[in-house]
T-cell receptor, first 114, second 114 residues
Framework: DAGVIQSPRHEVTEMGQEVTLRCKPI?????LFWYRQTMMRGLELLIY????????DSGMPEDRFSAKMPNASFSTLKIQPSEPRDSAVYFC????????????FGSGTRLTVV | AQSVTQLGSHVSVSEGALVLLRCNYS??????LFWYVQYPNQGLQLLLK??????LVKGINGFEAEFKKSETSFHLTKPSAHMSDAAEYFC????????????FGTGTKLQVIP
């Protein structure tokens, strides 16, 4: 299994531009999570899906952030417009059984907004 | 509500010495507990987990942790540190009840001195 695959690994964009981060979970995992990691705030859960349905998006910081999961093998996190304070590492994780199973994380996307 | 506290943001040990990383949790219901490891520029990797049953849990790379309900602790140990253990370690807690939220600690960076 190739694990959780995220793209791109690095993204540098100008303030105001739209950014799309992509994630392919492990096949058969029915939970998908988006996390953001910064030095100041640590790991923050942004949103999670169960069977492609968004369950909790209370961690999404603003309306500028949106996430979709059109099918079981693909999810996107979009920021529009981007701001310098969005600079962080964004992780996608998937799980076969949610909290009890533990998560498999992708390698992350390092986003820099200048 | 649930939370986790990791004592010590940085820990240094000599190669071959005991590794002890401390984690205390707070949860109003029986918890699931996890330790993850993060190597530079990588995602988090599950080291071990406690769900139910035996309170001493063994994980990968020679690590183990013991769930102590009376002390609300889940400390991570390894008898003999290896240079390859240098990484950041995260304790995490999730509560039984169906709500899929894992709360991560702020992390402890382990330095191994040759």
């Amino acid at each position: 299994d190739a694990g959780v695959i995220q793209s791109p690994r690095h993204e540098v964009t100008e303030m105001g531009q739209e950014v799309t981060l992509r994630c392919k979970p492990i096949s058969g995992h029915d939970y998908l999570f988006w996390y953001r990691q910064t030095m100041m705030r640590g790991l923050e859960l942004l949103i999670y899906f169960n069977n492609n349905v968004p369950i909790d998006d209370s961690g999404m910081p603003e309306d500028r952030f949106s996430a979709k999961m059109p099918n079981a093998s693909f999810s996107t996190l979009k920021i529009q417009p981007s701001e310098p304070r969005d600079s962080a590492v964004y992780f996608c994780a998937s799980s076969p059984g949610g909290q009890r199973s533990g998560y498999t994380f992708g390698s992350g996307t390092r986003l820099t907004v200048v | 509500a649930q939370s986790v506290t990791q004592l010590g943001s940085h820990v240094s040990v000599s190669e071959g010495a005991l590794v002890l990383l401390r984690c205390n949790y707070s949860s109003s219901v029986p918890p699931y507990l996890f330790w993850y490891v993060q190597y530079p520029n990588q995602g988090l990797q599950l080291l071990l987990k406690y769900t139910t049953g035996a309170t001493l849990v063994k994980g990968i790379n020679g690590f183990e942790a013991e769930f102590k309900k009376s002390e609300t602790s889940f400390h991570l140990t390894k008898p003999s540190a290896h240079m390859s253990d240098a990484a950041e370690y995260f304790c995490a807690v999730s509560a039984l009840g169906g709500y899929q939220k894992v709360t991560f600690g702020t992390g402890t960076k382990l330095q191994v001195i040759p």
